[in-house]
Protein backbone atom coordinates (compact mmCIF):
# COMPACT_ATOMS: atom_id res chain seq x y z
CA UNK A 1 0.00 0.00 0.00
CA UNK A 2 1.53 3.47 -0.88
CA UNK A 3 1.29 5.25 2.14
CA UNK A 4 1.67 8.80 0.33
CA UNK A 5 -2.31 8.59 0.05
CA UNK A 6 -3.11 7.59 3.35
CA UNK A 7 -4.31 10.88 5.89
CA UNK A 8 -2.40 10.41 9.18
CA UNK A 9 -5.18 8.70 11.02
CA UNK A 10 -5.69 6.32 8.47
CA UNK A 11 -1.78 5.87 8.99
CA UNK A 12 -2.14 5.49 12.93
CA UNK A 13 -5.34 3.50 12.31
CA UNK A 14 -3.11 1.25 10.31
CA UNK A 15 -0.80 0.86 12.78
CA UNK A 16 -3.11 0.05 15.46
CA UNK A 17 -4.52 -2.60 14.46
CA UNK A 18 -1.43 -4.24 13.77
CA UNK A 19 -0.73 -3.51 17.34
CA UNK A 20 -2.96 -5.30 18.83
CA UNK A 21 -3.38 -7.55 17.03
CA UNK A 22 0.04 -8.93 17.87
CA UNK A 23 -0.86 -8.50 21.48
CA UNK A 24 -3.46 -10.87 21.01
CA UNK A 25 -6.57 -8.86 21.22
CA UNK A 26 -9.60 -9.37 18.87
CA UNK A 27 -11.11 -6.81 16.52
CA UNK A 28 -14.97 -5.28 18.08
CA UNK A 29 -17.31 -4.28 15.75
CA UNK A 30 -20.68 -2.80 16.37
CA UNK A 31 -23.72 -1.09 15.09
CA UNK A 32 -23.43 2.63 14.79
CA UNK A 33 -27.23 3.19 17.03
CA UNK A 34 -27.29 1.73 20.04
CA UNK A 35 -30.87 2.12 22.83
CA UNK A 36 -30.85 5.53 23.91
CA UNK A 37 -31.67 4.54 27.59
CA UNK A 38 -28.23 3.05 27.66
CA UNK A 39 -27.07 6.21 27.76
CA UNK A 40 -29.57 8.10 29.77
CA UNK A 41 -29.32 5.50 32.50
CA UNK A 42 -25.13 5.75 32.15
CA UNK A 43 -24.63 9.44 31.37
CA UNK A 44 -22.09 10.00 34.64
CA UNK A 45 -19.84 7.73 32.45
CA UNK A 46 -20.11 9.52 29.01
CA UNK A 47 -17.38 12.45 27.72
CA UNK A 48 -19.88 14.96 28.00
CA UNK A 49 -23.93 14.60 28.00
CA UNK A 50 -25.30 15.39 24.78
CA UNK A 51 -26.79 12.43 22.63
CA UNK A 52 -28.46 12.25 18.92
CA UNK A 53 -31.20 10.66 19.11
CA UNK A 54 -34.22 9.98 17.18
CA UNK A 55 -37.17 7.32 16.60
CA UNK A 56 -36.82 4.17 15.44
CA UNK A 57 -39.40 3.02 12.26
CA UNK A 58 -41.10 0.84 15.73
CA UNK A 59 -41.37 3.71 17.81
CA UNK A 60 -38.09 2.67 19.83
CA UNK A 61 -35.82 5.83 21.02
CA UNK A 62 -32.24 5.04 19.33
CA UNK A 63 -29.00 6.93 19.97
CA UNK A 64 -26.30 7.77 17.41
CA UNK A 65 -23.38 6.00 19.46
CA UNK A 66 -21.49 8.76 21.84
CA UNK A 67 -19.33 5.95 23.19
CA UNK A 68 -17.59 2.19 22.80
CA UNK A 69 -17.25 1.03 26.21
CA UNK A 70 -20.54 1.48 27.59
CA UNK A 71 -21.89 -0.90 24.12
CA UNK A 72 -18.84 -3.43 25.09
CA UNK A 73 -19.50 -3.72 28.74
CA UNK A 74 -23.54 -4.41 28.00
CA UNK A 75 -22.76 -6.83 25.32
CA UNK A 76 -20.24 -8.85 27.34
CA UNK A 77 -20.83 -11.29 30.04
CA UNK A 78 -18.79 -12.15 33.32
CA UNK A 79 -16.83 -15.76 32.96
CA UNK A 80 -14.36 -16.72 35.94
CA UNK A 81 -10.82 -17.13 34.68
CA UNK A 82 -11.52 -15.66 31.32
CA UNK A 83 -10.67 -12.11 29.70
CA UNK A 84 -12.03 -10.57 27.15
CA UNK A 85 -9.50 -8.26 25.55
CA UNK A 86 -10.72 -6.61 22.25
CA UNK A 87 -9.73 -3.63 20.21
CA UNK A 88 -11.97 -0.99 18.05
CA UNK A 89 -11.42 1.41 15.54
CA UNK A 90 -15.37 3.18 15.48
CA UNK A 91 -17.07 5.92 14.81
CA UNK A 92 -18.28 7.84 17.54
CA UNK A 93 -21.26 11.28 17.48
CA UNK A 94 -20.58 13.44 19.76
CA UNK A 95 -19.63 17.00 20.64
CA UNK A 96 -15.89 17.51 19.66
CA UNK A 97 -13.37 19.05 22.59
CA UNK A 98 -11.73 21.00 19.70
CA UNK A 99 -14.89 22.41 17.95
CA UNK A 100 -17.18 22.23 20.81
CA UNK A 101 -20.02 20.87 17.96
CA UNK A 102 -21.55 17.50 17.28
CA UNK A 103 -18.96 15.98 15.08
CA UNK A 104 -18.11 12.19 13.68
CA UNK A 105 -15.22 11.75 16.02
CA UNK A 106 -12.78 8.28 14.70
CA UNK A 107 -11.88 6.74 17.93
CA UNK A 108 -9.38 3.46 18.36
CA UNK A 109 -8.97 1.75 21.65
CA UNK A 110 -8.94 -1.60 23.43
CA UNK A 111 -10.33 -2.80 26.46
CA UNK A 112 -9.21 -5.89 29.26
CA UNK A 113 -12.26 -7.22 30.79
CA UNK A 114 -12.25 -10.20 33.48
CA UNK A 115 -9.70 -10.98 36.06
CA UNK A 116 -7.80 -8.26 35.41
CA UNK A 117 -4.47 -8.76 37.62
CA UNK A 118 -1.02 -6.90 37.76
CA UNK A 119 0.24 -7.83 34.68
CA UNK A 120 -2.54 -6.72 32.18
CA UNK A 121 -2.49 -3.35 33.39
CA UNK A 122 0.88 -3.11 32.99
CA UNK A 123 0.15 -4.50 29.42
CA UNK A 124 -2.22 -1.73 29.15
CA UNK A 125 -0.21 0.84 29.82
CA UNK A 126 2.59 -0.56 27.85
CA UNK A 127 -0.18 -0.31 24.95
CA UNK A 128 -0.73 2.84 25.39
CA UNK A 129 2.99 4.18 25.17
CA UNK A 130 3.46 2.32 21.95
CA UNK A 131 -0.16 3.72 20.44
CA UNK A 132 1.40 7.08 21.22
CA UNK A 133 4.75 6.23 19.21
CA UNK A 134 2.89 4.70 16.48
CA UNK A 135 1.58 8.30 15.89
CA UNK A 136 5.03 9.48 15.75
CA UNK A 137 6.75 12.84 17.06
CA UNK A 138 6.83 13.65 20.91
CA UNK A 139 5.09 12.00 23.39
CA UNK A 140 4.32 11.76 27.01
CA UNK A 141 2.12 9.23 29.23
CA UNK A 142 1.55 10.19 32.69
CA UNK A 143 0.17 7.83 35.49
CA UNK A 144 -1.35 7.59 38.50
CA UNK A 145 -3.79 6.10 41.01
CA UNK A 146 -6.55 7.62 42.37
CA UNK A 147 -6.12 5.43 45.35
CA UNK A 148 -2.96 7.25 46.86
CA UNK A 149 -4.89 10.66 46.49
CA UNK A 150 -8.02 9.28 47.78
CA UNK A 151 -6.46 8.26 50.77
CA UNK A 152 -4.79 10.91 51.66
CA UNK A 153 -7.54 13.64 51.13
CA UNK A 154 -9.48 11.03 53.54
CA UNK A 155 -6.62 11.53 56.31
CA UNK A 156 -6.93 14.88 55.85
CA UNK A 157 -10.45 15.82 56.64
CA UNK A 158 -13.49 13.56 57.63
CA UNK A 159 -15.71 16.63 56.15
CA UNK A 160 -17.62 14.90 53.19
CA UNK A 161 -17.03 18.16 51.00
CA UNK A 162 -13.19 18.47 51.41
CA UNK A 163 -12.61 15.87 48.88
CA UNK A 164 -13.32 17.08 45.73
CA UNK A 165 -12.90 20.90 46.58
CA UNK A 166 -9.13 19.57 46.84
CA UNK A 167 -8.81 17.59 44.26
CA UNK A 168 -10.05 20.12 42.26
CA UNK A 169 -6.94 22.22 43.42
CA UNK A 170 -4.55 19.11 43.54
CA UNK A 171 -5.91 18.66 39.99
CA UNK A 172 -5.12 22.25 38.37
CA UNK A 173 -1.45 22.00 40.49
CA UNK A 174 -2.81 25.20 41.94
CA UNK A 175 -1.30 25.18 45.51
CA UNK A 176 -2.89 28.81 46.55
CA UNK A 177 -6.11 27.79 45.96
CA UNK A 178 -5.76 24.60 47.95
CA UNK A 179 -4.23 26.54 51.12
CA UNK A 180 -7.84 28.35 50.83
CA UNK A 181 -9.51 25.34 50.88
CA UNK A 182 -7.13 23.62 53.99
CA UNK A 183 -7.77 26.93 56.11
CA UNK A 184 -11.53 26.90 55.51
CA UNK A 185 -11.58 23.44 56.97
CA UNK A 186 -9.34 23.50 59.72
CA UNK A 187 -6.39 21.61 57.74
CA UNK A 188 -3.08 21.96 59.72
CA UNK A 189 0.40 22.84 57.62
CA UNK A 190 1.67 19.51 57.61
CA UNK A 191 -1.44 17.48 56.48
CA UNK A 192 -1.57 20.88 53.54
CA UNK A 193 2.31 19.91 52.98
CA UNK A 194 1.18 16.38 52.57
CA UNK A 195 -0.99 17.40 49.91
CA UNK A 196 1.36 19.76 48.12
CA UNK A 197 3.98 17.21 47.80
CA UNK A 198 1.10 15.07 46.11
CA UNK A 199 0.36 18.33 44.31
CA UNK A 200 3.96 18.37 42.54
CA UNK A 201 4.76 15.10 42.27
CA UNK A 202 5.99 13.72 38.78
CA UNK A 203 8.84 11.00 38.85
CA UNK A 204 10.14 8.72 36.13
CA UNK A 205 9.51 4.83 36.86
CA UNK A 206 12.96 4.36 38.86
CA UNK A 207 12.62 7.78 40.92
CA UNK A 208 8.65 6.24 42.15
CA UNK A 209 10.11 3.87 45.39
CA UNK A 210 11.81 7.06 47.00
CA UNK A 211 9.03 9.26 46.71
CA UNK A 212 6.12 6.02 48.00
CA UNK A 213 9.32 5.95 50.84
CA UNK A 214 8.00 8.77 52.11
CA UNK A 215 4.06 8.05 51.84
CA UNK A 216 1.90 6.27 54.57
CA UNK A 217 1.97 2.30 53.45
CA UNK A 218 -1.12 0.95 51.77
CA UNK A 219 -2.98 -0.77 48.97
CA UNK A 220 -2.27 1.90 46.24
CA UNK A 221 1.34 2.49 47.49
CA UNK A 222 2.46 -1.15 46.89
CA UNK A 223 0.53 -1.45 43.82
CA UNK A 224 2.22 1.94 42.47
CA UNK A 225 5.36 0.29 43.47
CA UNK A 226 4.89 -2.97 41.84
CA UNK A 227 4.12 -1.16 38.41
CA UNK A 228 6.82 1.28 38.60
CA UNK A 229 9.40 -1.63 38.73
CA UNK A 230 7.51 -2.90 35.66
CA UNK A 231 7.68 -0.20 34.07
CA UNK A 232 11.35 1.21 34.97
CA UNK A 233 12.56 -1.87 32.60
CA UNK A 234 10.61 -1.37 30.02
CA UNK A 235 11.58 0.51 26.40
CA UNK A 236 9.46 3.37 27.30
CA UNK A 237 10.39 4.07 31.13
CA UNK A 238 11.88 7.51 29.87
CA UNK A 239 8.24 8.65 28.03
CA UNK A 240 6.45 8.01 31.26
CA UNK A 241 6.12 10.26 34.06
CA UNK A 242 4.00 9.35 37.45
CA UNK A 243 2.12 12.17 38.46
CA UNK A 244 0.21 12.20 41.29
CA UNK A 245 -1.82 15.16 40.45
CA UNK A 246 -3.57 13.60 38.04
CA UNK A 247 -7.61 12.67 39.01
CA UNK A 248 -10.04 11.24 37.09
CA UNK A 249 -14.06 10.92 37.99
CA UNK A 250 -14.47 8.46 40.52
CA UNK A 251 -17.65 7.23 39.63
CA UNK A 252 -16.03 5.63 36.23
CA UNK A 253 -12.71 4.87 37.25
CA UNK A 254 -10.85 3.28 40.69
CA UNK A 255 -6.77 2.31 41.15
CA UNK A 256 -4.43 3.20 37.85
CA UNK A 257 -5.62 5.63 35.14
CA UNK A 258 -3.29 7.62 32.74
CA UNK A 259 -3.54 10.19 29.96
CA UNK A 260 -1.47 10.13 26.71
CA UNK A 261 -0.25 13.69 25.05
CA UNK A 262 1.71 14.77 21.83
CA UNK A 263 3.83 17.93 21.21
CA UNK A 264 1.75 20.28 19.33
CA UNK A 265 -1.73 19.46 20.72
CA UNK A 266 -2.55 20.80 23.95
CA UNK A 267 -5.19 18.77 25.25
CA UNK A 268 -4.78 14.67 25.98
CA UNK A 269 -4.72 12.77 23.53
CA UNK A 270 -5.09 9.19 25.23
CA UNK A 271 -6.89 8.58 28.42
CA UNK A 272 -7.57 5.64 30.24
CA UNK A 273 -7.94 3.44 33.54
CA UNK A 274 -9.46 0.93 35.21
CA UNK A 275 -12.94 1.05 35.95
CA UNK A 276 -14.25 -1.53 37.86
CA UNK A 277 -16.99 0.80 39.25
CA UNK A 278 -18.59 1.51 35.58
CA UNK A 279 -18.33 -2.53 35.64
CA UNK A 280 -20.37 -2.95 38.59
CA UNK A 281 -22.77 0.07 38.02
CA UNK A 282 -23.53 -2.13 34.33
CA UNK A 283 -24.19 -5.30 36.69
CA UNK A 284 -21.07 -6.83 35.98
CA UNK A 285 -18.99 -8.40 38.25
CA UNK A 286 -15.45 -8.67 36.37
CA UNK A 287 -12.83 -6.26 36.76
CA UNK A 288 -11.64 -3.97 33.71
CA UNK A 289 -8.84 -1.86 32.33
CA UNK A 290 -8.70 0.02 28.92
CA UNK A 291 -8.16 3.36 26.95
CA UNK A 292 -9.10 5.41 24.25
CA UNK A 293 -7.25 7.56 21.52
CA UNK A 294 -9.12 10.53 20.22
CA UNK A 295 -8.16 10.49 16.68
CA UNK A 296 -9.92 13.85 15.56
CA UNK A 297 -7.44 15.67 17.86
CA UNK A 298 -5.21 14.76 14.87
CA UNK A 299 -6.00 17.28 12.86
CA UNK A 300 -4.12 19.92 15.08
CA UNK A 301 -0.73 18.80 14.44
CA UNK A 302 0.64 19.85 11.02
CA UNK A 303 0.22 17.50 8.03
CA UNK A 304 2.38 18.91 5.48
CA UNK A 305 0.07 19.57 2.24
CA UNK A 306 2.21 17.38 -0.80
CA UNK A 307 3.46 19.53 -2.89
CA UNK A 308 1.32 18.04 -6.34
CA UNK A 309 -1.76 16.67 -6.69
CA UNK A 310 -0.58 14.16 -9.32
CA UNK A 311 2.91 13.62 -11.13
CA UNK A 312 1.27 13.35 -14.99
CA UNK A 313 -1.49 15.33 -16.06
CA UNK A 314 -2.09 13.22 -19.80
CA UNK A 315 -4.01 15.20 -22.25
CA UNK A 316 -5.86 13.97 -24.94
CA UNK A 317 -8.54 14.80 -27.51
CA UNK A 318 -11.31 12.95 -29.63
CA UNK A 319 -8.44 12.73 -32.18
CA UNK A 320 -6.32 10.16 -30.05
CA UNK A 321 -7.15 6.21 -29.99
CA UNK A 322 -8.50 4.69 -26.42
CA UNK A 323 -5.88 2.24 -26.53
CA UNK A 324 -2.96 4.81 -27.44
CA UNK A 325 -4.44 6.53 -24.05
CA UNK A 326 -4.32 3.38 -21.97
CA UNK A 327 -1.27 2.67 -23.25
CA UNK A 328 0.71 6.12 -22.61
CA UNK A 329 -1.05 6.05 -19.10
CA UNK A 330 -0.43 3.32 -17.95
CA UNK A 331 3.32 2.65 -18.48
CA UNK A 332 3.71 6.02 -16.64
CA UNK A 333 1.95 4.58 -13.61
CA UNK A 334 3.94 1.43 -14.31
CA UNK A 335 6.83 3.01 -13.59
CA UNK A 336 5.22 4.65 -9.68
CA UNK A 337 3.56 7.83 -10.89
CA UNK A 338 0.63 9.03 -10.58
CA UNK A 339 -1.60 10.18 -13.40
CA UNK A 340 -5.10 11.31 -15.01
CA UNK A 341 -5.89 11.76 -18.32
CA UNK A 342 -8.40 14.84 -18.99
CA UNK A 343 -9.37 16.97 -21.92
CA UNK A 344 -7.91 20.07 -20.73
CA UNK A 345 -6.33 21.67 -17.31
CA UNK A 346 -8.16 21.58 -14.21
CA UNK A 347 -8.68 24.80 -13.22
CA UNK A 348 -6.68 24.02 -9.05
CA UNK A 349 -4.75 20.57 -10.23
CA UNK A 350 -1.30 20.77 -9.24
CA UNK A 351 0.86 18.67 -11.83
CA UNK A 352 4.48 17.73 -11.99
CA UNK A 353 4.49 16.96 -15.57
CA UNK A 354 1.87 17.53 -18.42
CA UNK A 355 2.19 14.94 -21.43
CA UNK A 356 -0.28 16.33 -24.58
CA UNK A 357 -1.60 13.99 -26.84
CA UNK A 358 -3.39 16.20 -28.60
CA UNK A 359 0.42 17.03 -30.09
CA UNK A 360 1.99 13.68 -31.13
CA UNK A 361 2.94 12.93 -27.51
CA UNK A 362 5.13 16.44 -27.33
CA UNK A 363 5.93 17.10 -23.32
CA UNK A 364 6.17 20.35 -21.85
Given at each position: MNDAVLTREERVVFALRDLYRRYGYLPYRMSKFEEYELYVRNKEFMVGDRVIAFNDTNGKMLALKPDVTLSIIKGGEDRPGEKQKVYYDENVYRVSRSTHRFKEIRQAGLECIGEVDLYDIFETVSLAAKSLEA??????????????????????????????????????????????????????????????????????????????????????????????????ASPYADKIRFDFSLTGDVNYYNGFIFKGFLRGIASDVLSGGQYDGMMNKLGRTSRAVGFALYLDLLEALDEPEPGYDVDVLLLYDGGNDPAVIAKEADAIRAAGKTCTAQHAIPEKLRYRELKDLRKEGTQC
Open positions: IGGEYLLTVSHLGLLTDALSRTSTDPAFPSEANACIAGKNAHDLKTVCDRFGVGEGDYDALCRLLAANFAPSDVPAFLSTCPKSEAAEEIGRLAALLS
